[in-house]
């Protein structure tokens, strides 16, 4: 149960959790789940937990089925630093009288788990908590499969300017890719996906263009990517960046792979939108109409429907 309450305060963005008996195996899973997942989460020994309590400097709040109700709480109180109190058996008096508030998760016996990840969701407004640097893995959300991206497969930006300097790109490519790179900065900063996923991808979507300038250059800069050994979800970024994707059917009729190079993850999503976009609103419906008029028709559709799919969420 320790180790259960320390990965839910970590994973609802706690700094620490306090314990007066320190546990080593409670400590080697958070060390090890920090170690792999990132963050700076610590678990911090304090047998006086009398003086925690009286020297904290910012509100103390203890979770209990005898509380007030935590609907209306947060819409009367902001909290300030809070120190958030559970207890794994009975709890001693003095911590109801010490503590700022006694909050109750509704007045029914639960646990001190589920108490504390539905009091901090609501404290963090219920934002899920993405960032966790220095990580070298991270699940991304997905509807269907697992996704785990290995950080250690994404190149840093340095590290794909330097690729795209030594496979020769020329400087208006060059330009362009940066300007993809701004938008989809932005785009990333206002609907979310992975940063580091974004960068790699904003950064290197063209590649292939160093090869080949036709509806095949994400083709090929996806397989330039993978022959680097970098993460297949960088290589798909690439590869499903073209108008608005490519549906298998029509990759058929080009003569390219017979698969379907749709973006679907917000990161695919992303770099392709940044780089219909990059150029400015004008440049995109002529972007669009030049699509439609080369008989691209589906592919200008998906281009509209990712620009939709941006200003709606
Ligand atoms: N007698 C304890 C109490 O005051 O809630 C119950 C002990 S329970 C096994 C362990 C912990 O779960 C409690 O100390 C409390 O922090 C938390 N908890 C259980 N039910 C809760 C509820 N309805 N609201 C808030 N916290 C609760």
Redesign the pocket.
Known sequence: MTTHVALTARAFDADKMFITDKDSRVEKTINDVTDRFGGDFEIVEKRDWKGLISDWKGDVVH?????EDIDGFFGSVALKDPLII??????PGDVYRMSDYNV?????????VA?LAIFMDRFNERKVKRDYPDARISVMPCKGKKRILDYSKIPTIDECYGFCVEKGMDEDLMKHTLSVLERAFILQYEHGGDLKLVIAGAMLHDIGRTISHGPDHGVVGAKIVREQGWDEELAKIVERHVGGGISKEEAEEQGLPSKDMIPETIEEKIVCHADNTAGGRERFEELIHRTRSAGYQNSADRMDELAEFFKKK
Do not use: D, W
């Open positions: 979770l209990t089925m005898y509380g559970v207890g794994a058996e009975k709890v109750a998760v509704g007045n029914q016996p639960h646990s001190e108490a």
